[in-house]
């Protein structure tokens, strides 16, 4: 289980480790072209809540810590719906792996 710390308190936010990465990828490419927007999650049952949103703008520190330390396979349908949920009003939406992995171009090789 990784976290994401998010804020200059440093508010954590634990996120499996293959999701964080695809999570990870997605907002460093919406923040790197300057696009703020918003992220939604379920919390876990044991906290009483129903889902959390924050604020992700370049400005604002973040810090993706894994608890592995060997990074995951990229599943590229995952990153593109991660990114395309992110151009809604609703905002970035941190959602289930697809379970088809879309192939490998040659920048990826």
């Known amino acids: 289980m990784g ?7 440093r ?4 996120i499996d480790d293959r999701a964080l990465a695809h999570l990870q990828l997605a907002v460093v490419t919406k923040l790197r072209r300057h696009e703020s927007f918003s992220l939604t999650w ?8 129903g889902r959390s949103v924050i ?4 400005s604002i520190p973040l810090h993706f ?6 990074m995951a396979a990229v599943n590229r349908l995952w990153v593109a719906e991660l990114l395309e949920s992110a151009s809604t009003t609703v905002g970035m939406r941190l959602v289930s792996e697809p379970t088809e ?4 171009t040659e920048d990826d090789r």
């Open 3 to 9: 976290t994401l710390f998010y804020g200059s308190d």
């Open 11 to 14: 508010y954590a936010i634990d």
């Open 42 to 49: 379920r919390d876990d049952q044991p906290s009483g809540q």
């Open 55 to 58: 604020w992700m703008h370049e």
């Open 65 to 70: 810590v894994y608890a592995g330390s060997r």
């Open 101 to 104: 992995i879309a192939p490998a």
